[in-house]
């Protein structure tokens, strides 16, 4: 018989370091013997992996609790997890705003900021009013930019692995855009670009209406509706990232384009005007009798683009976005149709995060990214082949 060998010290290394850091992060602060219980590995491993971790500046020793002091002897050491260690931005690139969220390592939101932007803006105008408002959250938050380890960004269109929009109909300019090269040269650290809906359904599982799902489809909903899928609790982009891009369905027969569906007129609306769509849902609110038709029109639409995928994923949950998570009558028929149509109906809820699930979603991209590398996490619903 072969003789087993021992692994790779360093690895063993990199393991326990992980499962260290992972039981301080759960906690404000934890001393040795907490370690040792939680991590169940030896005193001295766990001093050791401490002291390493301290070294690297991702931890720090801790004050004593207030009256531990006062005690007679020596009070226990306490360590924490320094979130302040590193920041993670998250960035949506919309039609009608930019927005950006910061973060420590934890995840938890410590800046915000947003502009609008016009729908006509040229690719270069749109980037440039991202870098106005990384520059102020920075500013605002007292963050060097040097400290960001990963940023993430979400914007509507198919996008390729390394960041580049292999096809954006929603933004001028924005079909072949090298969109992750672009913002590269902003930062030093990592960008990670992803598609809109994509990001939102990664925001409704980790902080909205998702919590407790693991297979969700998240309905961006619009005149250019998108959808992005979870399946198994792992993002699911299809083979070239265009996976949920149901606003192409009426392209296989489904007749009339949604701008046409939702309009009073003989002329469609605007793709990007939100206003006008706004405008006909509050004069259907009134009673008006044909914006009552249109909004009914553009409502089957949707229930139709949105059982297309419930028939194909089975999810569990289905959570409705965009600007129709403001709006009045579009959940019950959603419920009601897909009662109709599918054969096993999900249930179906609003967005909880609202306008803020995209950079929300682009948030939680970059802190997988981080805890990929620093922490040794697999399987995160992010995560590219």
């Known amino acids: 018989m072969s003789r087993l060998t021992g692994g790779d010290p360093s690895l063993l290394r990199r393991i326990n370091s992980a499962v260290v850091l992972h039981a301080l992060r759960g906690a404000d602060a934890r001393t040795l013997t907490d370690l040792t219980r939680i991590t169940g590995l030896s005193r001295p491993t766990v001093e050791g992996v401490v002291e390493g971790l301290i ?142 809906a994509n990001a939102a359904a990664v925001a409704e599982q980790w902080k909205g209406a998702a919590t407790d799902s693991d297979d969700i489809v998240f309905v961006l ?29 009426h392209l296989l027969g489904q007749g009339a384009t949604p701008e046409t569906l939702l309009s009073t007129t003989d002329e469609p609306l605007h793709p990007l005007d939100e206003q006008a769509v706004a405008e006909v849902f509050a004069l259907a609110r009134k009673g008006d009798a044909r914006a009552r038709e249109a909004v009914d029109r553009f409502i089957q639409r949707l229930v139709h683009d949105v059982a297309a995928l419930v028939l194909a994923l089975d999810p569990e949950l289905v959570v409705v ?26 249930r179906v809820a609003l967005s909880l995060l609202g306008e803020a699930a995209v950079a929300t979603g682009a948030l939680r991209l970059a802190l997988d990214h981080v805890e990929e590398q620093l922490f040794a996490v697999e399987g995160t619903v992010t995560a590219r082949r």
């Not at 960001?148 to 390729?160: C, D, F, H, K």
């Not at 028929?333 to 149509?341: I, M, N, T």
């Open 55 to 196: 070294g690297t500046g991702l931890v720090v020793e801790a004050a004593p609790e207030e009256g531990e002091a006062r005690r007679q002897g020596r009070p226990a050491r306490r360590f924490r997890f320094r979130a302040e260690a590193g920041h993670l931005l998250g960035i949506e690139i919309g039609p009608h705003r930019v927005a950006a969220l910061m973060s420590g390592l934890d995840g938890r939101i410590i800046g915000a900021g947003s502009r609008e932007v016009s729908e006509t803006a040229s690719a270069d105008e749109r980037l440039e009013r991202v870098r106005t408002v990384v520059a102020d959250v920075l500013r605002r938050t007292g963050v060097a930019r040097g400290s960001l380890r990963a940023v993430g960004v979400g914007t509507p269109g198919i996008v390729e692995a390394d960041g580049t929009v292999r096809l954006g109909t929603a933004l001028p300019g924005w079909t072949g855009l090298a969109l992750g090269e672009r913002l590269r040269r902003s930062f030093r650290c990592p960008v990670l670009v992803e598609n809109d």
């Open 321 to 346: 976005g965009g600007w129709a998570a403001g709006l009045d009558g579009v959940l019950q028929p959603l419920r009601d149709e897909l009662a109709r149509f599918c054969l096993r109906p999900p």
């Open 221 to 249: 909903a619009g005149l250019s509706p998108g959808a992005g899928s979870l399946i198994g609790g792992r993002l699911h982009r299809g083979f070239g990232g265009a996976a949920g891009e149901i606003g192409a369905l």
